[in-house]
Nanobody, 116 residues
């Protein structure tokens, strides 16, 4: 059974940091593209960052220089350390695993709230 479980969300003040984790099981993690997406209230879900099986990185312009996506193939886990958080980063953050058109899995999401 495929599982993607996000953790690490919470409430943080502007300028603070959080580290999201996405622990996975049930598929061959190392061959999948892993991505982090977010959805704020009233907005569409958007790509935050992604990392390919070959560790090619892609970031939304709004998070470049502040967020860093990584993966640990030995632990079947993806990470998203987030620094210099802003109120506009407030959203539910989702982990996604893709393998071409063959497979597309999502986690349940974790809430990130940036507020003073």
């Amino acid at each position: 059974q495929v599982q993607l479980v996000e953790s690490g969300g919470g409430l943080v003040q502007p300028g603070g940091s959080l580290r999201l984790s996405c622990a996975t099981s049930g598929f061959i993690f190392r061959i999948y593209v892993m991505g982090w997406y977010r959805q704020a209230p009233g907005k569409q879900r958007e790509l935050v960052a992604s990392i390919t099986a070959g560790s090619r990185l892609n970031y939304a312009d709004s998070v470049k220089g502040r967020f860093t996506i990584s993966r640990d193939n030995a632990k079947d886990t993806a990470y998203l350390p987030m620094n210099s958080l802003k109120p506009e980063d407030t959203a539910v953050y989702y982990c996604r695993a893709e393998f071409g058109a063959t497979a597309d899995y999502w986690g349940q999401g974790t809430q990130v709230t940036v507020s003073s």
